[in-house]
């Protein structure tokens, strides 16, 4: 054994540990991003919260900044509406697009509509705004009537963002279930639909549930695409035809101008939007850990 | 050795930015604030920019209070208001480069000609929602309006209003250009932008009987404009005082005309002239 | 008459040859072992039974295979969800659904149409009982029955196939993940289930045909890789006296 050989193990020893020191300050780094995110949005918005009163701001339905009215319930409503609107119509889509896709399509269709749908995803949301206010919104207007700038339009848009998400994972989650399970199914003499239903779809609950939470993630945190089709009026819809201000939306549209008191309303207005994702993305994460 | 190397690469790639921000501040004029005098003020820039190459001018958005305290802080060389500046505001440098007539619009298709002031705020307050109350075709009335904050919403909450809020009903958009879209899309609707961003895509309504031209503002008739200011921290020097007095001047006034502002320093320079 | 009869049946995976010509006659209320090494095509043939070659794409079935004299691969005389109905199957691994004991017997019933509680809940004891799982689960008939130790939820996995009313019962290699004790259990289920049932089990383990079966079909691969029968005689007559040389050497253990 000579003293070279030992350096060399020391040398090696060396670089792993410089290796490793690096990726963990980069790891700390991000996490250093997000902490000091999560503190800037508190120390902008939580002197106006007390000073409004938790109650009254979450409750308040009326929203003047200017004159110091700061209700933002009107805009967790828009948000809620909007968002369950893009669930009842992008949910059961989803689901049997990746149904279809992880049991029905034959594999050359399975191998172009996969990156297809890969491709939604990657389409700015400013285009789906911008198809949506010049596609959806004058059908909404011709024929059910109102402006067209809706709680429908935005979860029609919406619907469509969710697609990727919800159909990925559900997907892969029906995918990597025991081929045993479908195999025993069959073997009693179930269809294939049955089979589906009653066996594959109970069985990749978690991973699906995850995925609709998910999807519902990405809806409620969406701004740029549904600032334009929703019309951001900030009172209480009446009908999906009325418009609507969401949590993200009223940011949007009020930051450019908005100083003192109207910029710390919009700072408060996204701890509240920060809580609900990370309340869902909680809920996500533990579903999927049960599993 | 190897973290020692990255550290001077990124020092390196600091100091490089750094210095690169730093020339390009020492020539350039940054002007921010109203996105509603913020495409005037490009075109300004623009034309200034042909005549003094080696020089630049910056402009930026923001919104009218974003101006006004950039200008103030000193992140923008000169900022950009499209409302009457706040009592404490007033002390503040500032000059009127234009003024700006705010059109009320309807789609083309809609019979209507003409509403009061009083029906225009009507319609704002949602005590009138329906066009057969003004003589229009029975239908629902959709009402745009801009967001909270924006100087165009302020000037016609203070021209046109009379303290009367807004119904929280009305569509809010964020830009002219946004209004002038959706009123041209939607025959029901009612909007207010710029007199000088009006097109044929749209019907510019008189009020009063008085319609929103360019003569019935500058003879104070139409009475729906506003005053777009530049706001300076100090007394301007150097190259922001060059494009103020090129703003100005004869040719930017009259670029400004040109692009559907109501000038302000035209009669003076007439006289000049003369 | 038998139960189920192969004339010539071939299967094919795309181009490759994977069982040839294979002709027998299997006895109902008895149970038929098909032994062979690995690899020659055991599995195969016992899936051709309940036609779960069909889940392989490219998988293709020529000759016949009947199943009392019907031809289960001709969908005009029998569907394929009323076979696999007549032909339960039980795998190597227990493969319990992830849901609740109860739920996983009366799934099959439930989709060939019995309705109401009263009926299911009997074919669930009945079906349980014949297992000899009665006892130690019908206090917990709601809890999951991936809770189960390995042999008895391949016990429940029996009894899920006998839920449906079968026939024939398929089993592949059923015990192999099982531990000794488990496997005698199910053994005995086997025997037991043989007086009422035609029985087919694939099994790499000798001691355990002969235990159990009356029947043994040894295959092996040809020189082209494709499975043949190469003997088929009552158990005892396969193990004391095989006719044919490679029998001999395969049930001695000079391979496989």
């Known amino acids: 054994m000579s003293e070279e050989a030992i350096e060399t193990t020391n040398g090696l020893k060396a670089k792993k540990d410089v290796a490793g020191r690096v990726f963990f300050g980069l790891a700390l780094a991000s996490i250093g991003a997000l902490a000091l995110i999560t503190i800037f949005i508190l120390v902008q918005g939580m002197p106006l919260i007390a000073k409004v009163g938790v109650f009254d701001f979450i409750f308040g339905t009326k929203w003047a900044p200017l004159q110091g009215y700061f209700g933002i319930f009107p805009m967790i409503v828009g948000s809620v509406t909007v968002t369950l609107g893009a669930v009842i119509l992008g949910i059961p889509i989803s689901l049997c697009c990746s149904i279809f896709l992880a049991e029905f399509a034959p594999a050359t269709f399975r191998n172009a509509f996969r990156p297809a749908i890969q491709l939604l995803a990657g389409i700015p949301s400013v285009v789906y705004g911008f198809w949506g206010l010049l596609f959806v919104v004058p059908l909404i207007r011709d024929y059910l009537g109102g402006p067209g700038l809706s709680i429908l339009a935005g979860a029609i848009i919406l619907a469509i963002m969710i697609l990727p998400t919800v159909i990925s994972i559900s997907e892969v989650s029906i995918l990597a279930l025991p081929r045993q399970y479908k195999e025993g199914a069959l073997a009693l003499g179930m269809t294939h639909w049955q089979t589906i239903r009653s066996v594959q779809l109970p069985a990749a609950k978690s991973g699906i549930v995850a995925a609709i939470i998910l999807g519902i993630g990405r809806a409620i945190g969406e701004t740029m695409a549904v600032i334009m089709v929703l019309g951001n009026a900030v009172a209480l819809p009446r009908s999906i035809l009325d418009p609507v201000r969401t949590l993200t939306t009223n940011i949007g549209i009020e930051m450019g101008y908005a100083t003192g008191d109207h910029q710390q309303a919009l700072f408060a207005t996204g701890i509240v939007l920060f809580l609900i994702i990370m309340v869902l993305n909680a809920t996500a994460q533990y579903i999927v850990r049960r599993k | ?274 | ?256």
């Open chain 2, 1 to 274: 050795m190897k973290i020692r190397k990255i550290a001077i690469l990124l020092l390196a790639l600091c100091v490089g930015l750094l210095s690169g921000c730093g020339s390009r501040r020492g020539a350039a004029v940054i002007v921010a604030g109203s996105t509603s005098v913020q495409p005037y003020a490009e075109v300004l820039a623009e034309e200034y920019a042909l005549l003094h190459p080696e020089s630049v001018v910056d402009v930026q958005g923001g919104g009218s209070s974003a101006g006004i305290s950039a200008a103030v802080s000193g992140t923008a060389d000169i900022g950009m208001s499209s409302r009457a500046l706040h009592d404490s505001e007033l002390e503040l440098w500032n000059v009127v480069i234009a003024k700006d007539g705010l059109a009320v619009i309807i789609h083309p298709d809609n019979p209507l000609q003409n509403l009061t002031l009083e029906q225009v705020r009507c319609i704002y307050a949602a005590t009138i929602s329906n066009w057969g109350e003004l003589g229009g075709q029975e239908a629902e009335i959709h009402v745009i309006a801009r967001e909270e904050g924006s100087g165009t919403r302020n000037a016609f909450e203070d021209l046109a209003m009379a303290k009367v809020e807004i119904t929280p009903r009305a569509i809010v958009q964020d830009s002219n250009g946004a209004v002038r879209q959706l009123v041209s899309n939607d025959r029901n609707a009612i909007g207010f932008i710029s007199l000088g961003l009006v097109d044929h895509t749209v019907k510019a309504l008189e009020l009063d009987g008085v319609a929103p031209t360019w003569d019935n503002v500058m003879g104070g008739n139409y009475t729906l404009y506003r005053p777009f200011i530049f706001v300076v921290a100090g007394e301007p020097t150097g190259l922001a005082k060059q494009f103020i007095d090129y703003t100005l001047s004869t040719e930017g006034q009259q670029l400004l005309m040109h692009e559907g502002l109501i000038p302000t320093m035209m009669l003076a320079t007439e006289g000049a002239e003369q």
């Open chain 3, 1 to 256: 008459m038998a139960k189920i009869q192969t004339i010539e049946a071939n299967l094919y995976y795309d181009n490759f040859h994977a069982l040839r010509d294979i002709t027998m006659d299997i006895r109902d209320r008895a149970i038929t072992a098909i032994i062979g090494p690995s690899g020659c095509g055991k599995s195969s043939l016992l899936r051709i039974f309940n036609r779960m070659n069909d889940l392989i794409p490219g998988a293709k079935v020529k000759g016949e295979v009947l199943l009392d004299g019907k031809n289960v691969y001709d969908n005009s005389a029998m569907d394929v969800v009323s076979l696999r109905q007549k032909v339960g199957m039980v795998f190597q691994k227990p493969n319990v659904f992830p849901m609740s004991i109860y739920d996983n017997i009366v799934i099959g019933p439930r989709h060939h149409g019995i309705k109401g509680k009263k009926n299911l809940d009997e074919i669930a004891e009945k079906s349980l009982r014949q297992v000899a799982l009665w006892d130690e689960v019908k206090d917990s008939l709601k809890k999951p029955g991936l809770a189960l130790p390995a042999g008895a939820q391949q016990r429940l996995c029996i009894a899920r196939a006998l839920a449906v009313a079968p026939e024939v019962i398929l089993m592949d290699e059923s015990c192999s993940a099982l531990d000794p004790e488990s496997t005698m259990k199910i053994e005995e289920l086997m025997t037991e289930l043989a007086k009422t049932y035609a029985i087919i089990i694939v099994t790499h383990n000798m001691e355990q045909a002969l235990r159990v079966s009356d029947m043994a079909a040894f295959i092996m691969i040809d020189e082209n890789k494709a499975g043949g029968l190469v003997e088929y005689a009552p158990t005892t007559e396969v193990f004391a006296n095989p006719k044919d040389k490679r029998t001999e050497d395969y049930i001695t253990g000079r391979f496989g």
